[in-house]
């Protein structure tokens, strides 16, 4: 019997996507699990898999078109079966929604920056969907561009190859020897799905979420010493960060404060069974956060290659809707840029966030000692709604007990 696909919801705000590309073709045989579409959300490009398995029987929507949440897409069963399909109301093209969207673009620009050209939409130029984006949202030419993927299709590294050829024309414009006036116009970006969804729910969280925050600094010498002393015996790709340690410490000390593993629901607070530890990630045009599943029953080394893996994906523009789904505590780490501390928003619908700084060599006292120790500072921002900070405080100081024994991480 023939199968309808809907358009998936992925994230609880999410209400409409947008079809990149088919991957499959009308009379193609699919599996269960086989990659069926690219669409694009406000989060990224995501690769949509098929609930069933037979032959595509119909594609319902077309590429471009913009499709609510659990309309059906396409139609999958048996060769020769006879369907009748729903029909479905197409949204606006993405190409039109640019047009309608154009931003205006600065006076004064040097000659040695391209002028905006529209990107083709009728398909000529193969181009991957976010070397399409990262070029749309930087007014890049695809035409212009030699592609280095398959078949000579134009990938992401082909367009931040070009922006970082502009870039650095403009700066050795700027730096030579020259009295010519720089120019200093206004300059109008118009931002992007992903930065407008960003926009959208952290206003949402900061003005309805009442957050509290506790800092914690740690000790993070015998996390330090086993890391290297681990890493000795992987391959480089298989190398645990420090981040690794971060995110199964915290999975274990929220079994121990399930109310910080929890969301806020009006009358009453749903306190997950499972914890998903989710990790902000930075990708083009702004932040994703990837979701390592059952974190605290997971050991550190398939946590690491989990985590890298999503990561990749979320890069490339890849992930997979289970990559992206589910997380029940974040955590957002700047230590890799020698940022101190700072304060994290909480990710709606979660209950907190963990903003990790970096691991630094200090000098400590100890015992009445100066002496050099590993120290990393820590803050938990937490909805005042379902915590308080006698309970957030001592998350901080189990996670702590992680982190200064971290063989209690692999028993």
């Known amino acids: 019997m023939a199968e309808t696909i809907n358009m998936p919801k992925l994230g609880f705000d999410m209400a409409e996507g947008t079809l990149v590309r088919w991957v499959k073709q009308v009379g193609e045989n699919i599996n269960k699990g086989d990659v069926l579409a690219e669409i694009e959300t406000d989060k990224a490009t995501v690769e949509v898999e098929s609930s069933a398995s037979g032959v595509v029987l119909q594609l319902i929507v077309g590429e471009g078109d913009v499709v609510p949440v659990n309309a059906p897409i396409a139609v999958v069963g048996a060769a020769g079966e006879k369907v009748d399909a729903p029909v479905v109301e197409s949204g606006k093209k993405k190409e039109e929604k640019v047009a309608d969207e154009k931003p205006v673009q600065p006076t004064g620009q040097s000659a040695s920056v391209p002028s905006a050209v529209s990107t083709p939409s009728d398909g000529a130029i193969k181009a991957s969907p976010l070397a399409k984006k990262i070029a749309r949202d930087n007014n890049i030419n695809l035409a212009q561009l030699q592609g280095t993927g398959p078949g000579g299709r134009v990938v992401r590294k082909d367009v931040e190859s070009a922006l970082a050829g502009t870039t650095q024309s403009a700066v050795r414009s700027t730096f030579a020897p020259s009295f010519t006036a720089i120019s200093h116009d206004d300059e109008t970006v118009q931002l992007t799905k992903l930065r407008q969804a960003i926009a959208r729910r ?70 997950h069974g499972a914890v998903n530890v989710g990790v902000a990630v930075a990708v083009t045009g702004g932040l994703l956060t990837v979701v390592n599943k059952n974190t605290d029953q997971l050991p550190l080394r398939q946590i690491s290659a989990d985590v890298k893996q999503k990561v990749a994906r979320a890069r490339d523009g890849k992930v997979k809707p289970d990559d992206i789904e589910g997380s029940t505590f974040s955590i957002s780490n700047l ?68 982190l200064e024994t971290p063989a209690l991480m692999l028993v």
Not at 207 to 235: G, I
Not at 360 to 378: C, F, T
Request: proline fraction near 4%; charge should be negative.
């Open 335 to 402: 230590g890799m840029y020698d940022v101190e501390n700072f304060i994290a928003i909480v990710n709606p619908p979660e209950a907190a966030i963990l903003a990790v700084g970096s691991a630094k060599e200090v000098p400590v006292v100890e015992n009445g000692e100066i002496k050099v120790g590993w120290r990393m500072k820590a803050t938990v921002s937490v909805d005042h709604r379902v915590s308080d900070g006698a309970e957030a405080a001592q998350f901080m100081q189990s996670l702590a007990k992680y």
């Open 202 to 271: 952290m206003t949402e969280s900061k003005t309805s979420v009442p957050h509290f925050y506790v800092s914690h600094e740690y000790k993070m010498d015998a996390v330090m010493a086993m890391r290297k002393q681990v890493n000795e015996y992987l391959p480089d790709n298989e190398k645990l960060s420090v981040n690794d340690f971060i995110v199964k410490a915290v999975a274990l000390a929220l079994r121990e404060f399930p109310n910080l593993n929890a969301t806020f629901a009006g009358d009453k607070v749903v306190r």
